[in-house]
């Protein structure tokens, strides 16, 4: 991270990005206990970025660019001890054609015996409810999502962790029983007194077993 632009690289995806931030950085304490903390910090509630994607064994690469996020969890905690039984987690960003209709939500969602719920309106904090169709924040805004593309759809134990099975050897049987579904949705953002703005959203839904 240097200034406003965050890069990340990965040879073995051949990968390589920069994030140009667009909105000031969230953070916060998700969760406190005898047993552990989980940490957030979202460096880039929006961000514009430029990917470029191959050039490797001869292969020519390709540019990619978008709109996007960063965001970074520290957790001291085990994901297995967490008080929560349901997770709904999302962001969504606006076009930026028009910088003056430009417009950002943050949302999480935990649900369970610790109960909380965490969202950011163009980074100010918001009291809202929270839906896979929809956020309607106090005040009028809502955020409709039309759920158009399931990116990814079943137990950690046959998507995630299959990829990595050192892992998955070393979590209790449970998590691998946990359900996540995440879509890439088409959103707008209705707003009183303004006009509707569309972006994308990538949000998701994880319940434990």
Not at 8 to 31: I, K
Not at 34 to 40: A, L, S, T
Not at 70 to 86: D, G, K, N, Q, V
Not at 175 to 187: N, Q
Request: with cysteine.
């Amino acid at each position: 991270m240097e200034g406003a632009t965050l890069t990340w690289s990965s040879m073995p995806l051949r990968v390589h990005g920069a994030w140009l931030a667009v909105a000031r950085p969230l953070e916060g304490t998700l969760f406190a206990s005898d047993d552990g903390r989980v940490e957030w910090r979202c460096l880039q509630p929006a961000s514009l970025v430029a990917l470029r994607v191959g050039d490797a064994d001869g292969e020519p690469s390709r540019a990619v660019a978008g709109l996007g996020y960063a965001e970074h969890l520290t957790l001291t905690i085990p994901p297995w001890r967490m008080p929560i039984r349901e997770l709904h987690w999302g962001r969504f960003v606006s076009s930026l054609d028009d910088a003056a209709e430009h417009a950002s939500l943050v949302w999480i969602d935990w649900r369970g015996p610790h109960a909380a719920r965490h969202v950011y309106l163009d980074g100010v904090s918001v009291e809202a409810e929270v839906s896979v169709e929809r956020v309607v924040v106090a005040g009028g805004a809502t955020l409709s999502l039309d759920r158009r593309d399931v990116l990814r759809e079943g137990v950690l134990g046959a998507t995630v962790l299959d990829a990595i099975p050192e892992l998955a050897k070393r979590v209790p049987g449970n998590m691998l029983g946990v359900h996540e579904r995440k879509w890439r949705s088409r959103g707008v953002l209705e707003r009183p007194g303004r006009p509707p703005v569309e972006g994308w959203a990538i949000h998701e839904v994880v319940r434990w077993p």
